[in-house]
């Protein structure tokens, strides 16, 4: 259900949009999740200048686990608004301790 893409920085700051549409193709597309990140660098005199870059990964979480093994299907490069981006399935990974994450919810 859930989709990791990657290299979508070139896609700018409108990926979020545009991997909407273009995964509404498969279904029903529930959430897309960038995060743009901030970068600083030294400036001369005017000391510390922090840009906006766009986000190269992100999430797409489809509203049922078909509609995303049909966009797995395509293949792990796929072409979206002419950029090639790379998608992959989530997995989500568990604590290293013998409880897993039922240990680390019980100590919350």
């Known amino acids: 259900r859930v989709l990791i893409v990657r290299k979508i920085n070139r896609l700018g700051f409108a990926s979020p949009q545009i991997l909407r549409e273009h995964f509404s193709w498969y279904g029903t597309v ?8 901030r970068v600083k660098s030294g400036g001369g005199q005017a000391g510390i ?3 906006l870059r766009p986000s190269g990964l992100g999430f797409v979480v489809m509203s049922k686990g ?7 299907a395509e293949g792990p490069e796929q072409q979206v ?8 399935k989530f997995e989500r990974r ?4 013998p409880g897993g994450l039922e240990e680390l919810e019980a100590k919350e």
Not at 30 to 37: D, G, K, Q, R, T
Not at 81 to 88: A, H, M
């Open 81 to 88: 608004s002419g950029t090639i981006i790379r998608v992959q």
């Open 49 to 51: 200048v922090s840009r």
């Open 66 to 72: 078909e509609e995303a093994l049909k966009i797995l």
């Open 30 to 37: 529930e959430n897309v999740l960038v995060a743009h990140s």
């Open 94 to 97: 568990m604590s290293e301790s």
